[in-house]
């Protein structure tokens, strides 16, 4: 089944909400990076919360980059999303191991560490892109999307998101977003803040059987919750040769003339899928004159 974000509207207008299921996606991540169990946790909850904000995004060509640095053993988580949801990502060290939580928990914490920024880069097409860096609140991811929002946006947030791993493969994986309207009512809110604190978390709902459509009603339940669409989501990088034949002429005329004398050929690596892409003798010298 495909991974999939449902948008939605409650209580008049006054709440929005963004609930998904990416299991899908997130065991792509993990099999293409072969990375262990808390840095699965950390890449997917980033994935998932970025795959939502690229909905967020109102034009076909805008794009999203999401860079967390908590100063932890996995160093850098990288996402980025267009605007229909697609993502790809991947974090510095995929083989980062911390001791688990006292009550079995993965320690993402831990691995991602809780001194550093999460840094969001919308481009919009325009001469600059917007980009800003916030605290990281607690290096749990969830909790330092919820004081992005509440810092950069000023708009009263709850990011929940989970990833549940057993053994090699991702069983379960999803999150939602909910945020309030300026003109919500206390009414609205104080419904809202009795349905969080009464739902399970993402990944027990997931286990049970909920889809995307069963949480929305969890989350919004009491403030008649309306489905504005459903967009289908998922792991995909838009590499190419082309793209790694511009990466290998910005290093310049020079260095590549060094590489072609040295080697004689070329293999570039694409960080977010680690397809390689080999450039021949005769393909180099034919960057060389082009520069």
Request: proline fraction near 3%.
């Amino acid at each position: 089944m495909k991974d999939y974000i449902l948008r939605a509207i409650a209580g008049d207008g006054q709440v929005r909400a963004f609930v998904a299921d990416t299991t899908n996606m997130v065991e792509k991540a993990r099999g293409l990076h072969e990375t262990t169990k808390v840095a699965t946790a950390a890449l997917g909850r980033t994935l998932t919360a970025t795959s939502i904000m690229g909905l967020m995004m109102k034009n076909d060509g805008d794009k999203l980059t999401v860079i967390i640095k908590g100063g932890g053993p996995i160093g850098s988580i990288l996402v980025t999303s267009n605007s229909r949801g697609t993502v790809k990502g991947y974090v510095s060290n995929p083989d980062v191991e911390v001791e688990d939580y006292p009550n079995g928990k993965l320690n993402v914490a831990g691995a991602v560490g809780k001194d550093g920024v999460i840094r969001v880069i919308k481009d919009f097409g325009l001469k600059e892109p917007y980009n800003g860096a916030y605290p990281i609140a607690s290096g749990e991811i969830a909790e330092d999307f919820t004081n992005y929002f509440a810092m950069s946006e000023q708009t009263p947030s709850v990011v929940s998101l989970g990833v549940y791993t057993r053994e090699d493969e991702v069983e379960y994986a999803g999150g939602f977003i909910v945020q309030l309207m300026p003109d919500a009512t206390e009414e609205v809110i104080s419904q809202l803040e009795k349905n969080i604190s009464e739902i399970p978390s993402i990944t027990d709902m997931l286990k049970s059987g909920d889809k995307p459509e069963d949480m929305l009603e969890k989350v919004l339940s009491g403030l008649n919750p309306k489905v504005l669409d459903s967009c289908d989501v998922a792991f995909g990088c838009d590499c190419s040769k082309e793209r790694m034949a511009e990466a290998l002429i910005s290093i310049g005329k020079n260095s590549l003339i060094e590489l072609l004398e040295e080697d004689n050929e070329a293999e570039v690596g694409c960080q977010f899928c680690n397809q390689k892409y080999k450039f021949s003798e005769k393909e180099l010298q034919d960057l060389i004159d082009t520069i």
